[in-house]
Every structure is written in structure tokens, then in C-alpha cells.
């Protein structure tokens, strides 16, 4: 898939949720992903959103303008990209356009928090910087815009991958799952047999 940004375009890749645990009636989250690295696919971007797609939510990963013809660009006009992606996830069929989240690793991540930011409807934000110690501290401090969606802000040493799982968890949080069966529901499944009795 594609789509524009500024007039020009953004390639995507659209990778379909596999599981249920994040199905819902009104639609399921999809998470906006952009390679961290220019040149090539990080093999780490592609193994998170393998995981979200098995966990239930769809994913949108891109590339910025110009990355395969290395005209990496400034970060305002990869700013417009990942909202452009933003908006292309939100026409996906099937996801809901509230249940938006950011994903995004060195140097990518950088753009996350001032993307979401100026959304204002991103659902949550995944914010992965990998570099060293040091380097690490200084980034600590810095000043990061305001944002409305919860963040999960991690800093890492540039070899050290975090368990995929945490970003799930930090999603089940805050993100609607599956919806359980109501009672009707329960009672219209199991009325046959006679072994539900609600507590109304």
C-alpha cells in the first residue's frame, strides 16, 4: 500500500491482526510504525509489529519520503509523514480511528511524542530510545511536548532489545479488549443446559 504526504509518497505495508485478544465490536487498534534506521528495514521494527498483529492489532508500518533514494530529509517533513500515516491507518477497514498507537525506536522516536502531540486522538504513544548510558542521561532531561495519550517512554542500551511483551502489557492497560459476554448473552448460550443461574 501507499500513501500521500505533502503531494508525494509514503510506501506502507499493512500487516493484518492475526489474534483476537484486542477485537472489538467498534473496531481494533492499529499501531503506526516507522523503520528507526535509513537505508533498510530494522529486523526489530519488523519482529514488534509480527508480535502486535499476533496479539490482535492491526499495524501500519512506512517509510518517510525519500528514504530509499537517501534523501532522509528534515525532521518537520518526517513529522508530516507519520501524520500522514496516521491518517492512512485511520481509513484501514476494520480499526477503530480513536484506537491509534505510535510505535517508534532511535532515531524514529524522536518524532512520536510531537506527532502525538499535535493529533490530539492517539490512543497511546511507545517511545523505544536506544543509545548509551550517557547519552541516556542527557536525554532524560530534556523537554518532551505535552500529550494527552499515555506514554511509555523507555531508554535503552543501543544492543539491548525490551521484551516485546512489556508493549503489549502497557497496551492491555489501556486499550479496550475483546468485550466479554454479557449476561443475556451467557444466559441465551447456556440456558439449554440449565447450569447458569445469574445474580440479577
Known sequence: MSFESDGSRCAGWHV?????????????????????????????????????????????LFDYRGSLTGRWGAARRHRRDFQAAVAAARRLPGVNPERIVLWGSTPTAEHVLPVAAADGRVAAALVLHRM??????????????????????????????????????????RLPLRAQPTVAQMRRTLSVSGTFTPNE
Open 16 to 60: 493484518p491482526a492475526v489474534g483476537s485478544e484486542f477485537a472489538h465490536a467498534d473496531g481494533r487498534g492499529c499501531v503506526v510504525m516507522a523503520r528507526g534506521v535509513p537505508g533498510f528495514r530494522d529486523p526489530d521494527v519488523i519482529a514488534y509489529a509480527a508480535a502486535f498483529s499476533a496479539a490482535g492489532l492491526e499495524v501500519l
Open 132 to 173: 548509551s548510558s550517557t547519552a541516556t542521561s542527557g536525554r532524560r532531561d530534556r523537554q518532551t511536548p505535552a500529550v494527552s495519550c499515555p506514554v511509555l517512554l523507555q531508554f535503552v542500551a543501543a544492543d539491548d532489545l525490551p521484551v516485546v511483551e512489556e508493549h503489549l502489557e502497557f497496551l492491555r492497560r
